[in-house]
């Protein structure tokens, strides 16, 4: 059942300028802490990438995304289920050709030329067009640590999406994962702006696109505001611990 449906997804027409969720108000503050929403992902970033296309619109719902591992869990599958976003996952330890994921490491010194290549040469068995860069609508990288190399690269070689999320630390670096302001130092240099943090994902939207979400009514709410980002995602992480040792409280005096 889940193959027949997935069939009449992609033979369905493609409009990739299409809104999201027809009948949702296509002006007002784009507030994506109130859109946080766990489908697929993680923690909440599948709301909060169906609402920052909402806000910023579409060009291709064309995507990349590298470190996936089987693509279960991971930021692009409920657009690509639920949105018909088509694209390209990359992972060093699984593969599976009817959704675009591709095994391969993905190294830094080469990535753009690969992503460039991928979306040259598109997916005809999966009605992926052959495209360029230029009209990438969204890049997620999540390598556990290689996140900042690749992001440079990418962005020192042109390729500039109109959304990004990328895997950060927010309090001391782990598993070789770069913190937060230093992420947003690189993508602000890249002319993107940060508009939201769920846990370790940090979602950057490039600038034009954000002043042109404003001009149609739909501003991103605390764009730009590092130091607000990480005192929220702070809240965030003592209120985990505090019902973490609630929990942890309450099992060991079940043991006694």
């Given at each position: 059942?889940?193959?027949?449906?997935?069939?009449?997804r992609?033979?369905?027409?493609?409009n990739p300028?299409?809104?999201?969720?027809?009948?949702?108000?296509a002006t007002?503050?784009?507030?994506?802490?109130?859109?946080?929403?766990?489908?697929?992902?993680?923690?909440?970033?599948?709301?909060?990438?169906e609402?920052?296309?909402?806000?910023?619109?579409?060009?291709?719902?064309?995507?990349?995304?590298?470190?996936?591992?089987a693509?279960?869990?991971?930021?692009?599958?409920?657009?690509?289920?639920r949105?018909?976003?088509?694209?390209?996952?990359?992972?060093?330890?699984?593969?599976?050709?009817?959704?675009?994921?591709?095994?391969?490491?993905?190294?830094?010194?080469?990535v753009?030329?690969?992503v460039?290549s991928?979306?040259?040469?598109g997916?005809?068995?999966r009605?992926?067009?052959?495209?360029?860069?230029a009209?990438?609508?969204?890049?997620?990288?999540?390598?556990?640590?290689?996140?900042?190399?690749?992001w440079?690269?990418?962005?020192?070689?042109?390729?500039?999406?109109?959304?990004?999320?990328?895997?950060?630390?927010?309090r001391e670096?782990?598993?070789?994962m770069?913190?937060?302001?230093?992420?947003e130092?690189?993508s602000?240099s890249?002319?993107?702006?940060?508009?939201?943090?769920?846990?370790?994902?940090?979602?950057?939207?490039?600038?034009?696109?954000v002043?042109?979400?404003?001009?149609r009514?739909?501003?991103?709410?605390?764009?730009?505001?590092?130091?607000?980002?990480?005192?929220?995602?702070?809240?965030?992480?003592?209120?985990t611990?505090?019902?973490e040792?609630?929990?942890?409280?309450?099992?060991?005096a079940?043991?006694?």
């Open positions: 059942a889940a193959a027949s449906q997935a069939a009449q992609m033979a369905m027409p493609w300028t299409a809104p999201m969720r027809p009948g949702t108000p007002g503050p784009c507030r994506l802490g109130e859109a946080e929403r766990r489908v697929f992902s993680q923690h909440g970033l599948d709301g909060v990438l609402r920052v296309f909402e806000c910023a619109g579409t060009d291709s719902r064309l995507f990349i995304e590298i470190g996936t591992q693509a279960m869990q991971c930021s692009t599958r409920h657009l690509r289920v949105h018909a976003f088509r694209g390209y996952m990359f992972d060093d330890g699984h593969e599976d050709c009817r959704i675009g994921l591709k095994k391969t490491f993905v190294d830094p010194g080469e753009v030329g690969l460039t991928t979306l040259a040469e997916d005809p068995q009605s992926v067009p052959a495209t360029t860069p009209h990438l609508d969204l890049l997620a990288i999540d390598t556990d640590g290689g996140d900042f190399r690749l440079q690269s990418l962005c020192n070689g042109g390729v500039r999406p109109r959304v990004v999320v990328l895997e950060v630390a927010l670096s782990r598993r070789g770069v913190p937060l302001p230093l992420m130092s690189l602000r890249c002319g993107y702006s940060l508009v939201h943090t769920v846990c370790n994902d940090a979602v950057f939207v490039r600038a034009d696109v002043a042109a979400a404003a001009e009514g739909s501003p991103f709410i605390r764009v730009g505001d590092l130091a607000w980002h990480l005192s929220r995602e702070e809240r965030r992480l003592q209120a611990e505090a019902l040792k609630d929990r942890a409280s309450f099992f060991n079940g043991l006694q």
